[in-house]
């Protein structure tokens, strides 16, 4: 059974850091550029950042570009989204996919397989 599964996610103040974990079982992640994502209540899925299939380059978004790292574990067979200086605007669902293209995107309709997402919330 193919699975994409997060965590990581939680309740932290701001100015603290989470890393988050997309793990695959059924296929292997290094097939796959994989990307974060994330949604905030009442506002559209916007992506956070990316890691390409081929050579690990890597894409962030404005908002999170010095802040969140995103890196690969082939022997885990999971991605991870490290986030640092978290502000109450990082409050969102954050949900990982895979799309096939090489390519890094943080275009949502680009990947085409989801996981279920982990709820980060920045309060103090």
């Known amino acids: 059974q193919l699975q994409l599964v997060e965590s990581g996610g939680g309740l932290v103040q701001p100015g603290g850091s989470l890393r988050l974990s997309c793990a695959a079982s059924g296929f292997s992640l290094d097939e796959y550029t994989i990307g974060w994502f994330r949604q905030a209540p009442g506002k559209e899925r916007e992506g956070v950042s990316c890691?390409?299939?081929?050579?690990?380059?890597?894409g962030y978004a404005d908002s999170v570009k010095g802040r969140f790292t995103i890196s690969r574990d082939t022997a885990k067979n999971t991605v991870y989204l490290q986030m640092n200086s978290l502000n109450p605007e990082d409050t969102a669902v954050y949900y990982c996919?895979?799309?096939?293209?090489?390519?890094?995107?943080?275009?949502?309709?680009?990947?085409?397989?989801w996981g279920q997402g982990t709820q980060v919330t920045v309060s103090s």
């Open positions: 996919a895979t799309r096939t293209g090489r390519t890094v995107s943080l275009s949502r309709t680009a990947y085409n397989y």
């Open positions: 890691i390409s299939r081929t050579d690990s380059r890597s």
